[in-house]
């Protein structure tokens, strides 16, 4: 495949960026979309020129490193992580145009690289969980029902990519602290700190500058965990009965 590539070029935190385009030969479809721009890169280096810099880490679906907006979607045009994306999903002659997450809280460091701290400081705000649940194997002999062990297990495969704020129209990030409240209060670990988890995660979203969920669904349409909405609904429900009790 022959591509035209749209890139966003930006030299630090502190520069002003603009779309740069690149021609592309011989992409083959079975590349990953990451794998494409090695290519590039490589031909970046050869010509002198500075490479395109990007996130990536385990190139397999599970770190939650790498993310994109490509042809103006969050991973792009496959429910998946960028990495998993393959230049199958495109065609010969395509523009592809590419740039970093849309979200202020989330600021270029460089080229298609932004900083995900904010998330961090979202975990961090939670806390820890004073539960003593002793070694692995005691840890696994407690009861835990098997509704509840699905849907914690299923919410927890949340990778922190971030693609759901960059596709809300809000920037809320209510789907990923959503997530993190329904994996940790499904379970009976997680109850003696819940509803305090709760108010200081929240608190801490919206101080970092993350938008209000305005119920759109942009974020679980993008997330290539397929996390749901209904998680957003239980961090609401967790949020108004610690505000009842006064926390
Ligand atoms: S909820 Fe989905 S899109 Fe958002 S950070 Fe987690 S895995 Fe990524
Ligand atoms: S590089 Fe780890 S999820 Fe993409």
New binding site residues.
Partial sequence: MRLTLNIWRQRDAASAGSMQKYELDDVSEDMSFLEMLDVLNEQLNEKGEEPVAFDSDCREGIC?TC?LMINGQ??GPEVTTTCQLHMRSFKDGDDITIEPWRSDVFPVLRDLVVDRGA?DRIIQAGGYISANTGSAPDAHAAPVEKKKADRAFDVA???????????CPNGS?A??T??KITALGELPQGQPERYDRVVNMVGQHDAEGFGGCTNIGE??A??????PLD?ISQLNKDLRTALKQGR
């Fill in positions: 939650g993310g969050a991973h998330f495969t949340c990778i922190g990519c971030g693609a759901c704020v960059a596709a990030a789907l990923f959503g997530a974020c679980t993008a997330c290539p965990k397929e996390i998680v």
